[in-house]
């Protein structure tokens, strides 16, 4: 993330928070807010409202979501209006709103204003039902052009109306089980399916990409399938999976030009393409 004159990467692990400046040194951000172990987090950068923001993190927990200013430590984030949805697993910041999941509900926050999570006028906030009646809830959020997706195991919304959140169904059949391989490229929003590898959806359709090397795919630990983890640079998606054990073991990477995968050793629980100076690198 950017923020005003800071560059720098937020990084969690275990109960801590770490913030990574542009010449790769790290310093504990912690301070005094309470995590609980073993937590993944999301973020989302999005405008400074009430000293809030830009960074905002969520991690599946109630009462346990962050901003950070740049500077100094993490704080809790408790919105003066309105309250985060149950359970804030994902985020994103969209159209000029921060976009929470979490259950079977996306959420909204006020037009430019994430301390504002009211759907009373005059605020422009929103909640939408997605399914309660199926048991399985969200695995994850993306965009796709204009377009939010959301995403179950099994099947795919698209919020065609940002502005009040109504939606429509794009599959009752194909969902993702990951929400950090969801990622748009130039070519579509790339996601790891339950049981048919990676898919793009592209606006029109959904397609299956990865059966070149299904054998692969079809190696992923179904225990471990939520843990892996993609990201697009230089038209090309790297996705790492779990073939065993309990941590990414393998990483492959679709090249969108060439239509052709490879394999890499390297792995990664969270890929991120990041500007600390010049140029854009993947880390």
Do not use: M
């Amino acid at each position: 993330f950017a923020a005003q004159s800071t560059v720098a990467l937020i990084a969690t692990g275990t109960t801590y928070f770490y913030k990574i400046d542009s010449g790769g040194t790290a310093s504990v951000i912690t301070g005094g807010t309470a995590v609980t172990t073993g937590q993944r987090w999301e973020w989302c950068e999005a405008p400074v409202v009430a000293a809030k923001g830009p960074f905002y993190g969520v991690n599946g927990l109630t009462g346990e979501s962050k901003y950070w200013t740049g500077s100094g430590n993490v704080a809790d984030w408790t919105p003066t209006t309105g309250s985060l949805p149950t359970t804030p697993k994902y985020i994103l910041y969209h159209k000029n709103r921060v976009i929470i999941a979490g259950g079977f509900t996306v959420a909204s926050s006020d037009i430019s204003n994430p301390d504002n999570w009211s759907t009373a006028a005059p605020s422009a906030g929103w909640t939408q039902n997605f399914d309660s009646s199926d048991g399985d809830t969200i695995t994850g959020l993306g965009v796709f052009g204009d377009y939010i997706l959301v995403f179950k195991k099994t099947k795919i919304w698209v919020i065609y109306d940002p502005e009040t959140g109504s939606n429509r169904s794009v599959s009752r059949s194909i969902g993702c089980v990951a929400h950090r391989s969801i990622v748009q490229t130039s070519v579509g929003t790339f996601f790891l399916t339950l049981d048919q590898g990676v898919a793009k959806y592209n606006g029109n359709s959904i397609d299956l990409i990865s059966t070149q090397v299904d054998d692969t795919f079809d190696g992923i630990l179904q225990t471990q399938n939520s843990l892996a983890s993609a990201a697009f640079w230089n038209d090309h998606y790297y996705i790492s999976i779990c073939e065993s054990g309990t941590a990414n073991t393998i990483t492959l990477d679709y090249d969108i030009t060439l239509k052709s995968w490879w394999l890499h050793s390297n792995v990664s629980h969270k890929w991120v393409v990041w500007r600390p100076t010049g140029a854009a690198e993947l880390y």
